[in-house]
């Protein structure tokens, strides 16, 4: 691929490529779908997942052009959207906003959730997105252009009120580390705080409806990118306790654990779900 086609690939009225400007034009109060004031103010910290900018990237090209893709013009286009997001939230933000990117290893996985089952790549094409990505991240930070923080699972330290991109759910089990995390989704647009992370878990969506966002139901339930889902019993074990015991999306984990201790009867169930606590 040249540097052309990447240049071209389909951005919005920021210019980025298209998912990570969506983002941001439904924080500025610009996204075509739902309009609104400007709500970037009541955050002091805007983060930005550099692989999901990536991410945003590749999907910003058609079919064949993902393909074609090489790693010198992906390091340039990243770059093109990481200064990009800077620049529009610090001219939004008139100075009063910190853009912070960064960049998880996930490498502690398994170390963090022994009993979790994690998802790996399956196919082909998987496989040669995970290798393009990885050589691309490779480069972008040999000649970065920002700074960028390194992180393992979850984000450490103590921060202020942030607005999080993202499309790792598991990202988001940091929300203590902050004063306030709310999560900008991409493409959509929408800020989400903590209540309406539960659409983040797989499952039926009245199911989900049912559910707090927490390591135990994304451990269970598993997500889109990285956890894999249990098996059926377990999930319908959680979900019967859920339903009779009016569980909502901010349900805390001692009421989970305390209704699922008196609600579950099969002990050998029980006891596999006490490895989620």
């Known amino acids: 691929m040249n540097n052309v086609t990447l240049a071209l690939r389909e951005k919005g009225q920021y210019p980025v490529s298209i998912g990570t400007s969506l983002a941001l034009e439904g924080?500025?109060?610009?996204?075509?779908?739902?309009?609104?004031?400007?709500?970037?103010p009541k955050y002091k910290e805007v983060w930005f997942n550099l692989h999901t900018l990536f991410r945003n990237l590749m999907a910003s090209l058609k079919g064949e052009d993902q393909r074609a893709a090489d790693v010198p013009d992906l390091v340039d286009a990243l770059t093109e959207d990481v200064l990009g997001c800077q620049s529009v939230v610090e001219h939004v933000g008139k100075g009063r906003l910190h853009v912070v990117f960064y960049l998880p290893t996930y490498q502690g996985l398994s170390r963090r959730y022994p009993h979790a089952h994690f998802k790996v790549p399956s196919t082909d094409n998987q496989a040669i997105y995970q290798a393009l990505h990885d050589a691309t991240l490779r480069r972008f930070m040999d000649s970065l252009p920002v700074t960028v923080r390194h992180e393992d699972v979850l984000i450490t330290g103590r921060h202020p009120a942030a607005l999080l991109l993202t499309h790792f759910p598991g990202d988001l089990l940091a929300r203590y580390q902050f004063d306030q995390l709310d999560l900008l989704e991409s493409h959509t647009g929408k800020i989400k705080p903590p209540s309406q992370w539960n659409t983040k878990l797989t499952g039926k969506t009245d199911d989900v409806a049912l559910l707090p966002f927490l390591p135990f139901t994304l451990q269970v339930f598993g997500d889109s990118q990285q956890f894999v889902h249990q098996s059926k019993s377990l999930k319908d074990a959680v979900l019967s306790t859920a339903k009779a015991s009016h569980w909502s999306s901010v349900t805390t984990l001692d009421k989970v654990k305390a209704t699922l201790e008196k609600h579950v009867t099969d002990l050998s169930l029980l006891e596999q779900l006490r490895q989620f606590y």
Do not use: E, M, Q, Y
């Open 27 to 40: 924080a500025t109060g610009i996204h075509p779908d739902h309009p609104s004031s400007d709500r970037l």
